[in-house]
């Protein structure tokens, strides 16, 4: 089955740590994305790439690291410059310029700093 | 500055009747609007969407309206169902670009 995988699904950090969550997604899909949902914030937008090597910064990049090295995968490093790393991290892929803008997302990971 | 907002954070309703879930923008250039649906611990789903130049779309239960004057779209569900409780996430954006979220609406729906 097509779909998006990301992992770990929970991960404790402590402070001071970078960490790196995983995406990979099978779809053939040429964008791909990373949201941060905070309670009453929703999806804001980290970064997104649409294009194998290429990336842009989204709303709130400060603080997080991207890499875009194969089609299929797109790792966010969450750095010890992040102020409020505690989040629910959601991975998303879409056709890109190809077509309409639907996102296909990943089942997310949650990242407690403790 | 949120370009996407949903004004209830919350909206509660008995099997059976309507859900209206509303969502405003302010950027006039977005041309294409989508709702998801979530549910804990999960990613986000697809569920409808609707480009600048309707003014309507159905899909079964769910039909989406946009007013382009009023920068306002709402998301009916009809008859409700218990299954539909989750979060709901309107977002907005250019057809071939990046989105932008609103906050979300709680929709619990009551047996």
């Known amino acids: 089955d097509g779909g998006i995988t990301q992992s770990p699904k929970y991960l404790f950090r402590k402070e001071g740590q970078n960490v790196t969550l995983s995406c990979e997604q099978n779809l053939n899909h040429d964008a791909m994305y990373w949201y941060r949902q905070d309670p009453g914030q929703g999806l804001r937008l980290i970064y997104y790439s649409q294009i194998v090597n290429d990336f842009q910064k989204g709303d709130i990049a400060e603080g997080y690291s991207v890499s875009r090295e194969k089609k299929e995968s797109f790792p966010l490093t969450v750095t010890s410059a992040q102020k409020n790393p505690t989040a629910f991290y959601l991975c998303?892929?879409?056709?890109?310029?190809?077509?309409?803008?639907?996102?296909?997302f990943g089942a997310g990971s949650r990242l407690t700093v403790l | 500055d949120q370009q996407v907002k949903q004004n209830s954070p919350s909206l509660s309703v008995q099997e059976g009747r309507i859900s209206i879930l509303n969502c405003d923008y302010t950027n006039s250039m977005f041309d294409y609007f989508l709702w998801y649906k979530k549910y804990p611990a999960e990613g986000p789903t697809f569920l409808i969407s609707i480009s600048s130049i309707k003014d309507k779309n159905e899909d079964g239960r769910f039909t989406v309206f946009l007013n382009k004057s009023a920068k306002h779209l709402s998301l009916h569900i009809v008859p409700s169902q218990p299954g539909d409780s989750a979060v709901y996430f309107c977002a907005a954006g250019l057809r071939y670009g990046k989105l932008t979220f609103g906050q979300g609406t709680i929709l619990t729906v009551h047996p």
């Open positions: 998303a892929s879409s056709t890109g310029s190809s077509g309409a803008n639907v996102l296909t």
